[in-house]
Every structure is written in C-alpha cells, then in structure tokens.
C-alpha cells in the first residue's frame, strides 16, 4: 500500500517537474532575448538612422541653424572637456575613498558605515537634482557661471558614488595574503599599494571607470543647468559648452526637424562611449596588470 | 588622524577647483578688454526652451556681424528667463508668454509670435471642437470620443508639464486651473507632444502652430483643429486673425541700452526673418 503511493506521487511528480524545468527555461530564454532584442533594437535603430549620408564633415563642423544643419564639432570637443574635467576630479577623490573603504572596513568603523550610507543615498539621488545643486553651488556660489567647469564638477559629483562603490570591490578583491606576503618582504604601505593592489584591482577599477563615463556621457539633465547650452567651440573652461546628450535631447525635443542630426549625433555617442568601453578593458587587462611582474 | 586626512582633501580639492576657476575668468576678462571694435562685450541669454534655438540662431548671426561679441544662450524654461534676468544673473531673459502683472517692474520686447492649436491623430475623424468640448475633455466630463462624434474610444488627454508657457497660455485661453485638468499623459515639449498624440490614434494634444505644421506637412500623422472657425496656419497667427498666439519676448530690467539694446534691435529686425520662420515661427513684421 506504502509502496503504491509512493509510485503513484512519484509518477504524478515528474511529468510536473519536466513541465516546471520547462518553463523555466522558456521564461529565462524569453527574458534574456528581450533584453539582448531591446539593445539590438537600440542599436539597430541608431546605427539604421544615423549612418544615412553620415560623413566625417559632420564630425568637425561647427554647429549651424539649431544643429539642423553643419556638425558637432565644437560639442565634440566640450563633451570631452566636461569628461575630462569630471574623471580629473572624481577619480582622485574616488579612489582615495575607496581604499579608505576598503582597509578600514573590516574593523566595523562607524565614520566608514557612515560613509557608505551617504555615498548609497547620493546614489539614488536623481540627476536633475544633481543639476540644480551644481547650479546653485558652482554656477552661483563659487561664481563659475555655465562653465564646462561646473558641468564636469557636478558630473563629477554624480559620478563619484557609483565609481567608489566598485572601486571597493576592486580592492577587498585582493587577497589579504599579498598584503601580508608584502610586509613580510619589507614593502612599504606606499609601495604595496602601487606595486600590488592597484594593479591588483584595476579589472574593479575599470569597471567603475566605465560605468561613470557611461553616466556621464549619458547625462542630459545634471548638464543643461551646469554646462549650459553654448555650441560655440570652447576656447577655455570657463566656456560654457553644450554635451552631445544635451544637443540629441534639444534636437529631439525642441527643435522642428531636428530628427535626423538628433539620430547622427546619437550613433556618435553611442561609438565613442564603446571605443572608451573597449580603451579602459584593455589599459586594465595590459596597463596595470604588468606592473606587478615588471616588479 | 583618519578624519583630518579627509577634511584636508577636501578642503584641497575645493581649493583647487576655486583657483582653476579664478585662473579661467582672469584670462577670459582680459581677452574682452583687448577688443577695440566699437561693439564688443559677452551678452548671457537664458529662459524658454522654445525661444532659445531661435536666439541661438540670432547670436550666432550677430557674433558674425560683431566679431568681438560672445552670445551665449542659455535654457531652462520661461520662469527661469524672468527670474535670471530679474535677479541680473542673465542679460537678456528669453520667455514665450506675455509678461503678468506681478512682472510689470520687467520690459519685454517681443521678437516673434506663435500660435498654439489644438492637434488630434490623423485617423481621427472628428473635424473641429467647440471651446466647450475641449474644456470638458480636458476637465474629464467627456471621455469617448464618440460624445464628439468620433469613433468609440477613450480619449487619451495629452497635457504639458507644470511650468510650460504652452500650459499656462492654454489654460489661460479656456479659463481653466491646472488642477482641473484630468491628464492621461503629461509631455514637456512641442515634439514629445507632436510624437505622443501621432502615435496614438485616441489622443488629444496641444502644440506650437509652426512645429504642428511642420510635422503635418512631413507627413507626420497628426491633423490640426481650427478655433473658432479660424484655421491654424502661420499666416492667421501673424494677421492676429488666430485666437491662441503667444508672444516670443525678450526680457531685461526695464530699459537698456549699449550692448543688449544693439542685440535687441537686430533680434526685431527683418534681417532675422528667415531664422524665425525657418524655426516655424511668425515674425512680427
């Protein structure tokens, strides 16, 4: 009688099972060929728009008639000035954060649980109130004015606590022994932290690195108050300079047939934000990494 | 030990961006002052989204005739030109409405005009709205466009965002609060609106004339409603014919003269025609 059941339960279980391993596959298929379809799509779409009568002029003109006509060139060059400004001061800063972080962090330090509870609110905080923050202190207080110099320090702002975040990771991915191994050999803290952790941890590093310039590159609301709207070529800055995202938000959005350069300046970010994906991968796998055998 | 360290980058880092800044302004001062033309100088616009590629457009031509003058403009909505340029933080505020009665300390001079229609989809077979119709659709008394004599279907309410001079002068024209509206869907500008309302065969939406016109004539699938009897087209805006039009003003502090006069002038001048309508906007001579 126990022996019946039992076979009656284990024949109605496994056809259930087979049908259970069966969705699930199908659901983790269909998820996973959506999200790879919504980027194809993307890419699609931009790549399918914007190479129509493409040419490399539009890389080098100047803005003309609202962006409806000429190039990007200026706003080429001011969306990598606000880059640059912004990864020169967050990536100091950062890093320095994150290696406080990461060493003091075993200990349960309070100021350190304090920190990090700051940096994951400033996280979720939304971009645009990032923008008028900016504003108020670099634009207004500290009388920078819309300046490439206020769009990369608040770009800077927003970025540094997704880049301090995998920054950690990238150094508690170290193993402790090196640390030990080091001092054994009379290493000083400096040198360690030159010679072994940072190289150790630039994959960590990289991908913080990546995911700020995404952000940044992407950021539209943070800079239309801080940057500002100016298609003129900078000649310092102190110049006010308009990021491509701000002139692919105003062409889609305030400008009558603005559509076509919208889409020609989309797929120009979208290279140049793979090119620098690709760039930082390789300076963090053959750069750094040699260093620790180079020793 | 560990907090001073902190503290101590920070102050540096602050530090240095000051000096950085200071650095910057120096020698941008000193460039203007080496100008010897007789126009020269930096103007700072900021205001309406709808009016700044427009004055874009007017400063990039001015800096042409003015080789020694910066244009430099700014966004970030209509309140925003009338603060910026209150508080002194702009020369020239840009707004697309009139000025209100607590603005009166402001001067506006008025640059071009735009018209504001009604826009349904294409597939949509109703021909014309009442002003009462419209009014209950956006109240939410009516909600099937077949009350209109349309087809049976609910109608999508496509409202602009909070701010938008567009809102405010069409809740202005129809006498309603904003609070009364019953939104289906809230856009921020003419091109989000004209993009919604063409993909959506049950919508109902507002938007610049020149930009509804534009889009219609691009084959875009969006119709326009007239007003009154009054067909929404570029030349009844300008004859004032149109009943819903607005004015694309320039704002400073009661009356200027040097640089921002010399701006002002050229920007109502006929010289800047063709950017005005190539923009879709209506000179006013």
Redesign the interface.
Known sequence: MLEGQVTIASIHERPRAGLLDFLTALGGWTASLTVAGAIGWILFDVFAQGLSNLDWRFLIEPV???GRAGGIGPLIVSTGLILLVCLA?SV??GL?SAI?LAE?SAQGNR?VAWVRRALDVLAGVPSIVFGLFGNAL?C?Y???G??I?SGG?TLACMVLPLFIRSAEEGFRSVPGEYRLAGFALGMSRARLLFRIQLPEAAPGLAVGLILSVGRALAETAAL??TS?????MPS?????GRSLSVHIY?L???????GPNAYKTALVLVVLLVFINFVTTWIAKHGLHKRILSL | M??FK?SA?VII?IMS??L??AC??S??DTSADNDSSAVTGKL?LAGS??V???A??IG?RF?QEHPNV?V?????GSSRGISDARSG?ADIGMASRALKEDERDLTAHTIALDGICVILHADNPVESLSDDQVRAIYRGQLTNWNEVGGQDAPITVVNKAEGRSTLELFLHYYGMESTEVEASVVI?????GIKTVSTNPASIGYVSI??AE??AE?GVSIKLLPMDGVAPTTQNVRNGSFPLSRPLNLITQGDVDGLSRTFIDYAQSSEVNDLIT???FVPTQ
């Open positions: 003309q008639r609202s001061a100091p800063i320095l406080l003091f100021f670099f207004i500290l009388g920078m819309f300046s110099l320090l239309i108050f500002g709207y100016v298609t003129r310092s800055l102190a110049d006010s105003d889609a959005m305030n400008v009558p047939g603005g | 560990k907090r902190l980058l880092s961006a000051g950085l800044s910057n302004q020698t941008a700072v989204s709808t700044a590629p427009l874009q457009e990039q800096e910066r430099d403009v700014q966004t970030g933080l921020g500008d003419n091109e989000q020149g930009a534009f889009a691009d190539g923009l879709y």
